[in-house]
Each structure stands twice: as structure tokens, then as C-alpha cells.
């Protein structure tokens, strides 16, 4: 089956740096595009990054400088480097994987991210 593992989460001082990953299994990786999107507590989920099959990127205006998208298609892994963080960096942050032409898409379970100030 399907399984999208993040990892790298975990409590960081203001203007510290975290990487995420997100390991995928059970899909052709290559033909996703990958995304990381996060929920702050009463929030919507939102758009942080993603990465297309190309190598093509979009930003979140709220982390553009300040977080890097980038992708191992050998090793079926999407990361995520924040450098820079801030409190309102806070939140759980979810892997989604999208496939290009059916739309078919994955969540993983999500890692939580917490900036103190």
C-alpha cells in the first residue's frame, strides 16, 4: 500500500533550521509531484511547497528565502530545509504526493514543527 513517512519535526529556537523528509513507498515517485503543506492549531491547512516532476518549484509567499523544496527521485524522498524559522512556523507538516495526470493524491501522517520564541 501506499505510505508517505515524515520525519525530521521537532521543537527549535527562533532563527534555527529543520529538515524534513518524506519517504514514499508504494508509488512510481517519479511521476508525483510532491508537496508540504501545513496546519497550525485553528487553521487551515496551507500550500507550504511543492515540487513538480520537472524540478520546478513553488514557495508559500510566507517562507519564499526562508525554505528550500528538493527531491531524490532515486531514494523516493521529498525534503524540506527551514532555515530562518519563526514562531508562526509552528505547525504539524504534512507530505502530499499528487500524481501528474490521474490527480490521484497521498497525505502522510504529518510531523510537528515548533518554533519558540
Known amino acids: 500500500q501506499v505510505q508517505l513517512v515524515e520525519s525530521g519535526g521537532g521543537l527549535v529556537q527562533a532563527g534555527g533550521s529543520l529538515r524534513l523528509s518524506c519517504e514514499a513507498s508504494?508509488?512510481?515517485?517519479?511521476?508525483?509531484?510532491m508537496g508540504w503543506y501545513r496546519q497550525a492549531p485553528g487553521k487551515e491547512r496551507e500550500l507550504v511547497a511543492v515540487?513538480?516532476?520537472?524540478?520546478?518549484?513553488n514557495y508559500a509567499d510566507s517562507v519564499k528565502g526562508r525554505f528550500t523544496i528538493s527531491r531524490d527521485n532515486a531514494k523516493n524522498t521529498v525534503y524540506l530545509q527551514m532555515n530562518s524559522l519563526k514562531p508562526e512556523d509552528t505547525a504539524d507538516y504534512y507530505c502530499n504526493a499528487k500524481h501528474t495526470i490521474n490527480g490521484l493524491a497521498y497525505w502522510g501522517q504529518g510531523t510537528q514543527v515548533t518554533v519558540s520564541s
Open positions: 508504494g508509488i512510481t515517485f517519479s511521476f508525483y509531484a
Open positions: 515540487i513538480r516532476r520537472s524540478g520546478s518549484t
